[in-house]
């Protein structure tokens, strides 16, 4: 049984004197205990969006969330607000993507990580800050007594990630969703930071939802792989199959544009012509239709569906997909 | 091959400079904003003689019953026997600034007077702080109806200009006490601190690290004391301390226009400036020029102090 099942998500975005805009559109996934699966896709895909409101985090007016989110069978998005508060933290951490902004800037390191464990554990004051110190040694922060003295500042950023990451552990949760958590970083503090996750989800049996724009940190990191565009799932496959062999010309693009060492330096980086903005609403045929390059006359008129595969965990949104490599 | 006393091995080297950095920034450790403000604060002159001043007038008014030379009620009769129409006895022996209309010590009526008006400066801006934060952060932190109702009480406030808003709430008051006059400074002050209150809380509720707080479960009540009041706090001791001068001025002025107490007993700069000052100007313009001066570097001191505090707490200036 999935540790949490998302049914046909879809949140929409209402204001005074525009079109509805419908951010998330039917998504569904699921993610099994001590599983990691990645949601990648281009900004403006959906991806933060679901990550809020699995959270019930996105903002009380001027938004529709349907479908369920179930998690151990309890549907999150019915729960009333002061329950769901009870999990969030507890049952289910989350890391952001700006490790600066998302600490409070006048409040102690240490109070930041031992307010979720008064909160949650009932833990005293004095004992949850002697917590606070083990997780932040846990984390790979150097004299951490010293740091619980200090301000957010005062911190370099991989050490901000990390105390980040202490304060979304510090429960225990069974889940962790991680939205963006490296891109604030250079890249051999991502390297580091991607490490210390994977090393820390594997012990403790987290499972983890890796949000993200970043093929190699999918790469590195999870088991399934959710291909998001423009608010639906367009394709789902195991790490090593989606990156073997891309079935949605959308992937294969995204797989394409990823600069490599061993390319011919001569050669332009490929690049998928237009941008989200070019696209056809899902009911009308397929978003990405106009941006395609192997778009034909049957991707026009009616929705696609997303059709599984005979590959383990597969489904595919296409008409017209990447051609299936017989192996030799 | 090593030469003696050289690095001997890459990780002999490494252990070396983690000594070297270790040893160079273990000092910055607990640095907090408000002591790196206070640094920044004691470089800044302006700032020193803001401080200097408040300090001066301060230790007065403490200690007003050493530093005074006489009872500030009581009437000399060395005085008041050389009281004319026409005249006041300046400076003599043991009077050091002469005396007033009434025979009393003029020099023990202007340092009784600086803790009067310190009472009541102090006083009205911290009633003003507190129900003007308490406001403001409820309507910032509420929102909907409650927001727009307490956002258009303080409009209808600020559209008065402040003195008129203070005689209209001391003319509504049965009788004319000190307490009166702390009141209606303090609540001409209150939405200032409620828009300030509401604006921080307003930005900060969209804030990474608010919804960062809501992703951990904590409570909305704790979100908001917890959370955000502390990341307002700069901001309302920089506002808290340009709101003294004002609201020194506007008690002084409450005096000056005699709505204030009407003891005369009472020694108090603005009372007088505006009776005595005013009526024998020409007779003994000391009486005017010292009380006026009084109020006047007060003011300056609060008003130096607080915009340096402005610029020293400003996160823009940070190093």
Redesign the interface.
């Known amino acids: 049984m999935p540790l949490l099942d998302v049914r046909d998500l879809s949140v929409v975005f209402r204001r005074k004197g525009a079109e509805p805009f419908t951010a998330v559109d039917g998504v569904s996934f699921s993610v099994d205990p001590g599983q990691t699966v990645g949601l990648v896709g281009e900004s403006g895909c959906g991806k933060s969006v679901t990550s809020l409101a699995i959270m019930g985090l996105l903002p009380r007016r001027g938004n529709t969330v349907a479908g369920e989110v179930l998690f151990e069978d309890t549907d999150l998005l019915r729960l009333r607000p002061q329950d769901l508060r009870d999990r969030r933290g507890r049952d289910i951490g989350m890391i952001f993507q700006d490790p600066l902004s998302s600490l409070n800037p006048v409040i102690p390191l240490g109070l930041q990580v031992a307010e979720v464990l008064e909160r949650h554990q009932g833990r005293t004051r004095q004992a949850a800050l002697r917590e606070a110190r083990q997780l932040l040694e846990a984390v790979g922060i150097p004299d951490p007594a010293r740091r619980l003295k200090e301000f957010p500042h005062q911190l370099s950023g991989g050490m901000r990630q990390r105390a980040l990451i202490a304060v979304a552990l510090a429960c225990k949760p069974r889940l962790l969703i991680a939205d963006e958590p490296t891109t604030a970083l250079d890249v051999t503090i991502q390297a580091q930071i991607l490490a210390l996750l994977k090393d820390l989800v594997d012990r403790s049996g987290t499972a983890l939802v890796m949000i993200t724009h970043d093929l190699g940190v999918v790469a590195g990191l999870c088991d399934t792989v959710n291909v998001l565009y423009a608010g639906k799932v367009v394709e789902r496959a195991g790490r090593h199959d989606l990156f073997a062999q891309p079935r949605h010309p959308y992937t294969h693009g995204l797989l394409q544009s990823v600069p490599r060492l061993d390319a011919d330096r001569g050669r332009r980086l490929h690049q998928i012509p237009g941008s989200v903005s070019d696209n056809i609403p899902w009911t009308e045929g397929c978003a990405f239709a106009p941006r395609c390059a192997r778009v034909i006359d049957d991707c026009i008129g009616a929705t696609v569906a997303l059709e599984p595969t005979r590959r383990r965990d597969g489904a595919l949104r296409c008409t017209n997909p990447v051609p299936q490599e017989v192996p030799a | 091959m090593t030469r003696p006393g050289g690095i001997a091995t890459l990780a002999e080297h490494k252990r070396r400079r983690i000594d070297e950095l270790?040893a160079r920034t273990?000092g910055?450790?607990?640095?907090?904003?408000l002591r790196d403000a206070g640094r920044r604060l004691r470089r800044n002159p302006a700032a020193v003689v803001g401080a200097a001043l408040i300090l001066l007038f301060l230790v007065i008014a403490i200690f007003a019953p050493l530093v005074a030379p006489h009872d500030p009620v009581q009437r000399f009769p060395e005085l008041t026997s050389r009281l004319t129409v026409d005249s006041i006895p300046g400076a003599t022996a043991g009077h050091p600034l002469g005396s007033d209309p009434l025979g009393r010590d003029f020099a023990s009526r202007m340092i009784y007077g600086a803790r009067q008006t310190l009472f009541v400066g102090v006083l009205a801006t911290l009633i003003g702080l507190l129900s003007g934060v308490l406001l403001g952060a409820v309507a910032g932190a509420a929102g909907g109806w409650v927001d727009v109702l307490i956002m258009r009480i303080t409009d209808v406030m600020l559209a008065l200009p402040s003195l008129l808003l203070a005689i209209t709430l001391v003319a509504l008051a049965s009788e004319s006490t000190q307490w009166t006059v702390i009141v209606a400074v303090a609540v001409v002050n209150v939405p200032v601190f409620a828009r300030l209150l509401r604006g921080s809380m307003l930005a900060q509720r969209e804030?990474?690290?608010v919804?960062?707080?809501?992703?951990?479960?904590?409570?909305g009540r704790?979100i908001v004391t917890?959370?955000m009041l502390?990341?307002s706090?700069?901001a309302v001791i920089v506002q808290a301390t340009l709101t003294f001068a004002v609201a020194i001025l506007d008690a002084a002025a409450l005096s000056f226009l005699g709505l204030g107490d009407p003891d005369i007993n009472r020694a108090e700069w603005g009372l007088m400036l505006g009776v005595d000052g005013v009526r024998y100007l020409e007779v003994r313009p000391e009486l005017a020029y010292f009380p006026a001066a009084a109020i006047i570097l007060v003011a300056l001191g609060f008003t130096l102090l607080g915009e340096s505090m402005r610029e020293a707490l400003d996160?823009k200036n940070?190093r």
């Not at chain 2, 910055?28 to 904003?33: K, N, P």
């Open positions: 270790t273990s910055t450790g607990g640095v907090s904003l804030s990474d690290h919804l960062a707080a809501r992703a951990l479960g904590v409570r704790d917890r959370h502390p990341n706090l700069t996160p940070r």
